[in-house]
């Protein structure tokens, strides 16, 4: 059984700009941060929390690479799921808001520091939910660089054995990580392949197409297998902005650049 959405992509596009300028502004709290990964992601999280995919508060939301917090934060303020003066406290002292997301971390329900485990938190939500007949889908957004870890590929062999057909993986795509390009580090492809080889269904698409990611989304299934969805993403999340030459893993934004950043956002959402 299909879940059709039916999305207004220009306001999840506009979503997208301002999950992007609220990300630029508390980076710029500290002056340097994990900005490019909230650019790379910020349609997948429009999508996900503005396009009527999680059910809020019911369904489950797996975060395994922790310093994408910042993206969850922002979504959440952009969707009412926590006020938006919160995202002032971002990476300070003592703030629920925490650079690298912990237990402690708000909306989702898991955050992995350790990159990889995520997967295996969200076997255990689907699980339970299965157990306790539940209707519930469990969402977990991981990232390709993490994708090297073992557990990630036992987890998805143990989740396609019991066939949890209300889990998703979502997966950011972006070529990056931080040794540098995940192709120059250890070549993950061909992706697509390997999951169908592990028993998903997958679904490859272009990450920063609020349309074709509504698709996949829709396309989850109540019967059959597990879905994947490796979303191609860029690490600048294509903003003229940010120089090539910018080391987009931890960015060090200075006033220049982020007053760069904030007139592209402001211009796409005039």
């Known amino acids: 059984m299909e879940t059709a959405l039916r999305v207004d ?3 999840l596009r506009r979503l997208a700009a301002r999950i992007r300028l609220s990300a630029t502004r508390m980076v710029a709290i500290q002056g340097l941060g994990y900005l490019c990964q909230a650019m790379s992601s910020a349609e997948i999280f429009a999508v996900l929390f503005g396009g009527g995919v999680i059910r809020a508060g019911y369904d489950r939301f797996i975060l395994s690479p922790g310093h994408y917090t910042i993206c969850l934060y ?6 009412g799921l926590i006020t938006a003066e919160k995202l002032a406290s971002y990476g300070k002292d003592g703030s629920e808001l925490e650079a690298v997301g912990t237990e402690r971390t708000p909306v989702a329900d898991l955050v992995n520091g350790s990159l990889g485990q995520g997967l295996s938190g969200a076997i255990g939500f689907a699980l339970a939910a299965r157990l306790a007949g539940e209707g519930r889908d469990t969402f977990a957004f991981l990232s390709d660089g993490e994708l090297e870890e073992g557990q990630v590929w036992e987890a998805a062999m143990f989740a396609a054995h019991h066939r949890l057909d ?3 993986v979502v997966i950011d795509a972006n070529n990056s990580q931080v040794d540098g390009p995940v192709t120059s580090v250890t070549s993950l492809e061909p992706l697509a392949e390997k999951w169908r080889a592990f028993g998903w269904r997958v679904a490859e698409v272009d990450g920063h197409d609020v349309d074709a990611l ?3 989304f829709g396309s989850r299934s109540e019967g059959g297998k597990p879905l994947a969805i490796i979303a191609r993403t860029e690490m600048t999340g294509r903003m003229r902005a940010i120089p090539p030459s ?3 893993h931890f960015l060090k934004l200075d006033k220049a650049l982020e007053a760069a950043i904030v007139r592209e956002l402001e211009a796409a959402l005039a």
Do not use: G, I, M, N
Not at 74 to 79: C, P
């Open 166 to 168: 209300r889990l998703v």
């Open 9 to 11: 992509a220009v306001k």
């Open 246 to 248: 910018t080391d987009t």
């Open 74 to 79: 922002a979504a959440a303020a952009e969707t």
């Open 214 to 216: 509504a698709t996949a």
